[in-house]
């Protein structure tokens, strides 16, 4: 059992989550399914290339993955203030919300990146260098991660 285990009576046990990290270029995806995935991982990241074909890939990835639940991460400056890229990733979300009849939710991802970096310079897997082409996804990660540490302490959401 790890940090990302939630109580067999939780809402979200056995539910597969995906979230996403918006960006303007790249959309990082990351899944995990409740109480049967050790932890969340990278899934990799779509093109942003238009609205059709984030969709296309998207629903791609929801149906292969079987996926229960949309996470999407919102980026704030450090002092908790909105950012044109927040309002941006917001516009995403809701985008997100009109297209797909799953739950979608948003999550804080202040330093998400910035972790994501840390990661992967502590980590043989990208041999101890940030790995721009996967980046987007190790930050999705860390975004579903924190999704689940606040979902574990408010199962409400």
Excluded: W
């Excluded at 996470?71 to 450090?78: C, D, R, V, Y």
């Excluded at 002092?79 to 516009?91: F, I, M, P, W």
């Amino acid at each position: 059992m790890n940090e990302f285990h939630l109580n067999l009576d939780h809402p979200l046990n056995l539910k597969t989550l995906l979230a996403m990290d918006f960006g303007e270029k790249f959309i990082g995806v990351s899944t995990y399914c409740v109480n049967r995935d050790p932890y969340p991982t990278p899934y990799g990241r779509i093109a942003n290339l238009g609205p059709e074909h984030v969709l296309k890939e998207l629903r791609k990835i929801i149906d292969d993955e079987c996926v229960d639940m949309i996470i999407i991460g919102l980026p704030h400056l450090l002092d908790g203030k909105a950012t044109k890229s927040t309002q941006r990733a917001l516009d995403f979300l809701n985008f997100i919300k009109e297209q797909f009849t799953l739950p979608v939710h948003d999550q804080d991802e202040t330093l998400s990146t910035f972790e994501a970096e840390s990661r992967m310079k502590t980590s043989a897997r990208y041999n101890f260098q940030v790995d721009l082409t996967q980046i987007d996804a190790v930050a999705a990660s860390v975004i579903l991660e924190d999704f689940i540490r606040r979902t574990k302490r408010n199962p409400g959401l």
